[in-house]
């Protein structure tokens, strides 16, 4: 079974960035898009951005575009997100996910279009 783990939550004050980590066991991300989601309490878990498997395609929630970077670094078989200029409403439990789907650049949003999901990492960002 694939094991997902996220990294890089914490307290940030509004305008600051953060970078979190999400890894993989073995080799599991490779040939597979991986997304990043979020959920605040109280809300419904929302995508927030997603990467193609060959790192070649990048897409973004509104939410977060012009903000965030994804990217992935297959040697270390970990996925990243950036995000910058940070604001109290991206306070949330962050989840990364792998798509289940192989091979495919489609962007995929929806939670159940991804498996192998993580435990989450909070960010709390204050105003």
């Known amino acids: 079974q694939v094991q997902v783990a996220e990294s890089g939550g914490g307290l940030k004050q509004a305008g600051d960035s953060l970078t979190l980590s999400c890894a993989a066991s073995?080799?599991?991300?490779?040939?597979?898009?991986v997304g990043w989601f979020r959920q605040a309490p109280g809300k419904e878990r929302e995508f927030v951005a997603g990467?193609?498997?060959?790192?070649?395609?990048?897409y973004y929630a509104p939410s977060v575009e012009g903000r965030a970077n994804i990217y992935r670094h297959d040697a270390e078989n970990a996925v990243y997100l950036r995000v910058d200029n940070l604001k109290v409403e991206d306070t949330a439990v962050y989840y990364c996910?792998?798509?289940?789907?192989?091979?495919?650049?489609?962007?995929?949003?929806?939670?159940?279009?991804?498996?192998?999901w993580g435990q989450g990492t909070q960010v709390t960002v204050s105003s």
């Open positions: 990467i193609g498997w060959s790192g070649g395609r990048k």
């Open positions: 996910a792998m798509a289940r789907a192989s091979y495919s650049d489609y962007e995929w949003r929806r939670p159940e279009d991804f498996g192998s």
């Open positions: 073995d080799r599991a991300f490779s040939g597979h898009g």
